[in-house]
């Protein structure tokens, strides 16, 4: 029941390498109909 938390917790690690992958991360969780979005707050912190 985790699941989606799990691969939260692995796209923000990603950012820690690259924040294109971090981005695309996110972008397909939209795509995929994910509930889980970042803040504006963190996308500020990424996106600079």
Do not use: S, W
């Amino acid at each position: 029941m985790n699941n989606h938390y799990q691969e939260y917790q692995l796209i923000c690690g990603a950012i820690l390498f690259t924040r294109r992958e971090f981005l695309l991360g996110i972008a397909g969780l939209e795509f995929m109909g994910r509930d889980i979005q970042p803040t504006e707050k963190d996308a500020i912190l990424f996106v600079d």
